[in-house]
Protein backbone atom coordinates (compact mmCIF):
# COMPACT_ATOMS: atom_id res chain seq x y z
CA UNK A 1 0.00 0.00 0.00
CA UNK A 2 1.57 3.72 -0.60
CA UNK A 3 2.75 5.09 2.41
CA UNK A 4 3.45 8.36 2.25
CA UNK A 5 6.81 10.22 3.81
CA UNK A 6 7.28 11.64 7.19
CA UNK A 7 7.52 15.42 5.94
CA UNK A 8 3.96 15.29 4.50
CA UNK A 9 2.50 14.62 8.12
CA UNK A 10 4.84 17.98 9.20
CA UNK A 11 4.02 19.97 6.15
CA UNK A 12 -0.19 18.82 6.61
CA UNK A 13 -1.17 21.14 9.59
CA UNK A 14 0.79 24.45 8.61
CA UNK A 15 -0.89 24.84 5.12
CA UNK A 16 -3.64 23.72 3.12
CA UNK A 17 -1.54 22.57 -0.14
CA UNK A 18 1.17 19.82 0.77
CA UNK A 19 3.90 17.53 -0.70
CA UNK A 20 3.93 13.91 -0.30
CA UNK A 21 5.80 11.01 -2.33
CA UNK A 22 4.83 7.64 -3.04
CA UNK A 23 5.49 4.50 -1.37
CA UNK A 24 4.26 1.12 -3.20
CA UNK A 25 2.73 -0.19 -5.81
CA UNK A 26 -0.96 -0.49 -4.68
CA UNK A 27 -2.02 2.67 -7.04
CA UNK A 28 -0.84 1.93 -10.22
CA UNK A 29 -0.86 2.81 -12.97
CA UNK A 30 -2.20 5.68 -11.91
CA UNK A 31 0.58 6.40 -8.97
CA UNK A 32 4.14 5.02 -9.21
CA UNK A 33 6.27 4.25 -6.69
CA UNK A 34 8.38 7.10 -6.07
CA UNK A 35 6.14 9.56 -7.57
CA UNK A 36 5.14 13.12 -5.40
CA UNK A 37 2.18 14.57 -4.89
CA UNK A 38 0.36 17.85 -4.22
CA UNK A 39 -2.43 17.33 -1.42
CA UNK A 40 -4.66 19.50 -1.07
CA UNK A 41 -5.44 19.05 2.87
CA UNK A 42 -9.60 19.00 3.95
CA UNK A 43 -10.51 19.50 0.51
CA UNK A 44 -13.96 18.03 -0.30
CA UNK A 45 -14.40 14.59 -1.37
CA UNK A 46 -16.00 13.00 -3.98
CA UNK A 47 -16.71 9.14 -5.39
CA UNK A 48 -13.56 8.74 -7.68
CA UNK A 49 -10.99 11.09 -6.22
CA UNK A 50 -7.47 9.93 -4.58
CA UNK A 51 -7.37 10.85 -1.46
CA UNK A 52 -4.31 10.66 1.77
CA UNK A 53 -5.96 8.51 4.61
CA UNK A 54 -4.59 7.20 7.63
CA UNK A 55 -4.88 3.58 7.85
CA UNK A 56 -7.74 2.42 9.94
CA UNK A 57 -5.91 0.11 12.14
CA UNK A 58 -2.36 1.67 12.25
CA UNK A 59 -2.71 5.62 12.39
CA UNK A 60 0.65 6.85 12.35
CA UNK A 61 0.32 5.51 8.65
CA UNK A 62 -0.21 7.48 6.30
CA UNK A 63 -1.80 5.91 2.68
CA UNK A 64 -2.87 6.70 -0.94
CA UNK A 65 -5.98 4.97 -2.37
CA UNK A 66 -9.25 5.99 -4.19
CA UNK A 67 -12.49 6.85 -2.55
CA UNK A 68 -14.96 4.82 -4.69
CA UNK A 69 -17.67 5.43 -2.71
CA UNK A 70 -19.85 7.18 0.40
CA UNK A 71 -20.98 4.42 3.08
CA UNK A 72 -22.92 4.50 6.34
CA UNK A 73 -19.62 5.23 8.45
CA UNK A 74 -17.49 6.75 6.46
CA UNK A 75 -15.97 5.94 2.76
CA UNK A 76 -14.95 3.14 0.87
CA UNK A 77 -11.43 3.09 -0.36
CA UNK A 78 -9.96 0.94 -3.33
CA UNK A 79 -6.33 0.85 -4.67
CA UNK A 80 -6.30 1.17 -8.56
CA UNK A 81 -4.31 -1.97 -8.62
CA UNK A 82 -6.40 -4.70 -7.42
CA UNK A 83 -3.96 -7.25 -6.87
CA UNK A 84 -1.86 -5.07 -4.06
CA UNK A 85 -4.46 -5.08 -1.45
CA UNK A 86 -4.27 -2.95 1.02
CA UNK A 87 -7.76 -1.19 0.75
CA UNK A 88 -11.58 -1.41 2.34
CA UNK A 89 -11.46 -4.63 1.11
CA UNK A 90 -8.76 -5.67 4.35
CA UNK A 91 -9.55 -2.90 6.36
CA UNK A 92 -13.62 -2.26 5.51
CA UNK A 93 -15.00 1.40 5.72
CA UNK A 94 -12.22 4.08 6.44
CA UNK A 95 -13.93 6.87 8.93
CA UNK A 96 -14.37 10.18 7.21
CA UNK A 97 -12.28 12.04 9.98
CA UNK A 98 -8.90 9.74 8.78
CA UNK A 99 -9.78 10.78 5.28
CA UNK A 100 -7.38 13.92 5.73
CA UNK A 101 -7.25 16.11 1.60
CA UNK A 102 -7.16 14.92 -1.97
CA UNK A 103 -4.28 14.32 -4.15
CA UNK A 104 -4.64 17.18 -6.97
CA UNK A 105 -1.38 16.83 -8.88
CA UNK A 106 1.47 14.52 -9.85
CA UNK A 107 5.06 14.66 -10.15
CA UNK A 108 7.30 11.52 -11.31
CA UNK A 109 10.71 12.44 -11.30
CA UNK A 110 12.95 11.74 -13.93
CA UNK A 111 14.77 8.18 -14.09
CA UNK A 112 18.34 8.26 -14.40
CA UNK A 113 18.40 6.26 -17.50
CA UNK A 114 16.49 8.81 -19.03
CA UNK A 115 19.68 10.49 -20.85
CA UNK A 116 18.23 10.53 -24.54
CA UNK A 117 16.61 13.68 -25.97
CA UNK A 118 13.73 11.74 -26.71
CA UNK A 119 13.32 10.15 -23.73
CA UNK A 120 14.30 13.38 -22.05
CA UNK A 121 11.30 15.37 -24.22
CA UNK A 122 9.04 12.29 -23.26
CA UNK A 123 9.33 13.14 -19.84
CA UNK A 124 9.05 16.53 -19.79
CA UNK A 125 5.71 16.14 -21.51
CA UNK A 126 4.55 13.53 -18.99
CA UNK A 127 6.36 14.63 -15.57
CA UNK A 128 3.49 16.72 -13.90
CA UNK A 129 0.31 15.91 -14.32
CA UNK A 130 -3.16 16.56 -12.77
CA UNK A 131 -4.56 13.75 -10.62
CA UNK A 132 -8.33 13.42 -11.96
CA UNK A 133 -11.19 12.08 -10.68
CA UNK A 134 -11.90 8.53 -11.86
CA UNK A 135 -16.09 8.38 -11.86
CA UNK A 136 -16.29 4.31 -13.01
CA UNK A 137 -14.81 3.60 -9.29
CA UNK A 138 -17.80 2.95 -8.23
CA UNK A 139 -19.02 1.12 -11.22
CA UNK A 140 -16.05 -1.34 -10.60
CA UNK A 141 -16.55 -1.57 -7.04
CA UNK A 142 -20.34 -2.66 -7.88
CA UNK A 143 -18.88 -5.18 -10.62
CA UNK A 144 -16.86 -7.13 -7.85
Known amino acids: MPELSQETERTRGTLPF ?3 EVSGPSMVPTLYHGDRLLVHWGARVRPGDVVVLRHP ?25 SYAGGDSTDYGVVPEEL ?11 RKPAQRSPFALARW ?21
Not at 57 to 81: I, S
Open 18 to 20: GPA
Open 99 to 109: VLGRVRFRFRP
Open 124 to 144: ALSAVRPVLCDRSASRRLRAR
Open 57 to 81: FQQDLLVVKRAAERREGGWWVLGDN
